[in-house]
């Protein structure tokens, strides 16, 4: 699975995708992460990808024409693509699904998640900034708007990151047994481990006993009533 990311801050992903599981996933090519900066697609010296709303208001808005531009050059990156080699359709492109990141887009759940790792398509994530992108773009591209919480961020860089691990988790073989995955298991939102008496600032913290009964149905239950 290949992630396509459109930012204007590429190096805001090094650390996050050099560690842990996302490193070994792209280190054993369960997926690819490339970036496109917008301002590699400009017609201007500056590389200007900003400018002041219609309407007025405060901050700036994202040009559309760069980021077009960032995607038909995915499309067009695609050897065999709808209607014939090298030739790139923006709105029928069934290779891809496009993703922006809005405060009022859907919300992006662990169901979610699992359902894009099946589809096998490869994934554009737009990561807007200052105070949005062109509204023509999500019509153009028939991009889905997706929420990671009720907030406002400064970017898309963070709900992209967060996509991609969470979606990642879900390959198959990337964390190894399939038991790994949580989401899979009877989850808790309480967990121990050693030592069983935990002594802090000289008062003791027990495990539940249930936890060390060895009986594993009270456990299963117990774990039932903490979802």
Known sequence: MT???ITIFPEM???YLHESILARAIKEQKIK???????????DKHRKVDLKPYGGGPGMV???EPILLAVSKIFSSRKMLPGGEGKSH??????????????????????????????????ILIAGRYEGIDG???????????????YVLTGGELPAMIMIDAITRQLPGVLGKDESVEEKRVASHEVYTRPEVLVWKNKKYKVPKVLVSGDHKKITLWREKRK
């Open 3 to 5: 992630f396509n990311i």
């Open 136 to 150: 023509r773009v999500k019509k153009i591209l028939k991009a889905e708007e997706y929420s990671v919480g009720p």
């Open 13 to 15: 992903f090094s650390s």
């Open 33 to 43: 992460v490339k970036f496109l900066n917008p301002r590699d697609f400009t017609r």
């Open 62 to 64: 994202m040009m559309a």
């Open 90 to 123: 923006l709105t029928t492109n069934k290779n891809f699904k496009i993703v922006i990141f809005s405060p009022g887009g859907k919300p992006f759940t662990n169901q979610v998640a699992a359902k894009l790792a099946k589809s096998k398509q490869d994934l």
